[in-house]
């Protein structure tokens, strides 16, 4: 079963869930890398604590947005948040790492 790309957000509900990735994006992301062209790895800041509003944001993307995929990637010396999406919502995922900042 293939997944659609489409958010189920009304336009005021969206830009209020893009308004608040980018303040949670802006404290919790220390860098940004583009790994491939569907899968962003947002490098967290080490006293990380923001990652439960960073979860609950992605939970809550997941909802409306199902073709979103969201990891934790935890090493020994750092976490990243990832974002995959398929081939065919490149250019959304284009706009999500617009909202984290320069890379």
Do not use: H, N, Y
Request: aromatic share 4%; proline share 5%.
């Amino acid at each position: 079963m293939e997944i659609p790309i489409a958010c189920t957000l009304e336009a005021g509900a969206a830009q209020q869930r893009v308004d608040r990735w980018r303040q949670v994006l802006s404290v919790a992301v220390a860098r940004t890398e583009r790994v491939t062209p569907g899968r962003l790895s947002c490098g967290l800041k080490a006293d990380m604590a923001d990652l439960q509003a960073l979860v609950s944001l992605a939970q809550e993307e997941k909802a409306c947005c199902p073709f979103f995929s969201f990891s934790l990637e935890i090493e020994a010396d750092s976490v990243a948040l990832v974002v995959e999406v398929p081939d065919d919502a490149v250019t959304v995922l284009d706009q999500f790492a617009a909202l984290t900042g320069p890379a």
